[in-house]
């Protein structure tokens, strides 16, 4: 009866909260301003309904695919059901949802930069997060020939890939767009002709659109501990899972706060 699903749960619980919380937060700071709907404000509802769907699909893994109970005690009915929502649709959804947000963070340095070169870097790293789910989802989807060899192995001919490899190493392209979303900032902030004090607010603004870096990482370094119980394994995993495009969503809402705090403070 040993189970970890309630942290899952718990998980799911307070990051869908916080996110609704952070993105009713955004409009109400953009209604204070008068701002109209743009292309950052779309990023952030399509990421609301990715990461809901990721939380929907984490609870029926829980409640039909036996996540968080050890293996050996989960039915085989349950465990294709496992594999089928941990090894296909909680990836594909990570994907577009860690993408999404930082799609708007983009958009809001667009509105910022004015030079060619900083511009066309933000393109650059906008190419890359929309193309990424566009490679990456057929991938997941189709880890096994056939699709159906991932839950039955009895299957003559069947194969996967290092599917190991595909979770591994599938966030490195977010690692590495989240450094480039970090770095791309700093020279428009040290060129600037004003105060230390001004540039130390600018920066910490900036950084702020990057502190899913941290968690990206995380979540890199846990994929590479040995899984001899998936079902087991599968709460900490997806648990990051739900996290990092939680963080990078509440990221790019903070970037709109000024006009709302300015608001609560005077």
Same mark, same amino acid.
């Given at each position: ?12 619980? =307070? ?7 952070? *993105? ?11 701002? %109209? ?15 809901? +769907? ?11 695919? +036996?996540? +968080? ?5 989960? !039915? ?9 929502? *941990? ?18 963070? /983009? ?6 930069? *004015? ?18 789910? *566009? ?19 009895? /299957? ?16 490195? !392209? ?34 702020? +659109?990057?502190?899913?870096? /941290? ?10 501990? !040995? ?13 990051? =899972?739900?996290?990092? !495009? ?11 706060? %000024? ?5 609560? =403070?005077?």
């Amino acid at each position: 009866n040993e189970s970890s699903a309630h942290v899952l749960i718990a998980t799911v619980a =307070v990051f869908f909260i916080l996110d609704i919380i952070f *993105v009713a937060l955004r409009f109400w700071s953009r209604r204070i301003q008068r701002t %109209k709907f743009q292309n950052d404000d779309f990023f952030v509802i399509a990421t609301l309904v990715v990461i809901t +769907g990721t939380c929907i699909t984490s609870i029926y893994s829980v409640k039909r695919g +036996g996540v +968080g109970r050890h293996l050996q005690y989960v !039915p085989k009915q349950e465990r294709i059901q496992w594999l089928k929502a *941990v090894f296909i649709a909680v990836p594909s959804l990570y994907i577009t949802s860690a993408s999404l947000p930082k799609l708007a963070v /983009i958009c809001i340095y667009l509105k910022i930069f *004015v030079g060619r070169v900083s511009r066309l870097c933000c393109w650059t790293i906008a190419f890359i997060l929309a193309i990424g789910p *566009v490679i990456t989802v057929p991938i997941i989807v189709f880890q096994c020939t056939p699709t159906n060899y991932l839950w039955d192995k009895t /299957i003559p001919g069947g194969h996967c890939f290092n599917q190991a490899h595909m979770f591994r190493y599938g966030s490195l !392209p977010n690692i590495i767009t989240d450094v480039a979303i970090l770095v791309l900032p700093m020279p428009l902030i040290w060129n600037l002709h004003t105060s230390a004090k001004v540039k130390f607010g600018l920066l910490i603004t900036f950084l702020i +659109g990057s502190i899913g870096l /941290i968690t990206s990482i995380l979540r890199f370094v846990a994929f590479f501990t !040995p899984i001899t119980d998936g079902t087991w394994a599968a709460v900490p995993l997806t648990c990051w =899972v739900i996290v990092e !495009p939680s963080i990078y969503l509440v990221a790019a809402c903070l970037l709109t706060f %000024k006009p709302l705090l300015r608001y609560l =403070v005077h």
